[in-house]
């Protein structure tokens, strides 16, 4: 039976920053983050296990205090566990995210997304991934997106922002640097019936048409590589159409700010949600 290296440890808040940048660059499918008591816990897990040693020993030089463990679990052991954890999450007024075994027992009047808990980032359940869903239910509400529209997810995780614009009547483009994302998205967008919307494929902006614009650009990944493609994103938007930027701690949203506001846009409005927050233009003009 195939097994899984799940590793733990723990941050302070100082040196959050410094983590979720660390850990987006060494496990890009994603990982479970929880904060208690001051401190922030991360649960990963692996399936290559010489690899995920060296990430243990990476881990251990890095945050020599974090009470650092890993063994390995079953997958499938792993798998039922989400039953435990992942319960339904609304975002906003708009959204609802089920798991597979949750689908057919709600019926609240809200769009729902079915969302298979694997290792892909994106469940709803992170603050980045909710704050992108309301936001994109208030635009829906306010008219300024609809179904005649199109959309680019940039760095798409588990399809989850994708499905939902698709259930709001949009077409688009989802696409992640990580193959395995993509293998999940594929099955999450199967599962909610919106292959016919989303094209979706293994790369990043520079994938993307030059000449390629859409009514609204969703990128929730990292300070980092937003501020570095900057100028490449803006151009993907249309004249007048929406931005959203997240993926971004509350302390690196000016930065990001900062790096759209000197390809032309205005400020944006700022949306928080614990430590992390969500950049919106509601209309990008030339």
Known sequence: ?????????????????????????????????????????YTVFLEDHPLGMELVAEIKDRFPDGGLSHNEQESENWAMAWKD????????????ILPPWMADASDDGMTHIVIEPKMAFGTGHHPTTSLCLELIGELSKEGRIDDSMNFLDLGTGSGILAIGLAKLGL??????????AVVCARENIQNNDTEDAIALSVGGVESIAPEQQYDLVVANILSGPLIEMAGELVEHVKDGGCLILSGILGEQGERVAAAYRRRGLPAPEIFTQGEWVALLWREVGR
């Open 85 to 96: 954890f992942f319960a339904p999450v609304s975002c906003g007024d708009r959204f609802e």
């Open 1 to 41: 039976m195939t097994t899984l290296l799940k590793i733990e440890f723990s941050v302070a808040g100082e040196e959050l920053d410094e983590c979720v940048e660390f850990l987006s660059a060494k496990v890009p499918h994603g990982w479970e983050e929880i904060e208690k008591n001051g401190r922030f816990h």
């Open 171 to 180: 077409d688009g483009l989802a696409v992640d640097i990580d193959p395995q």
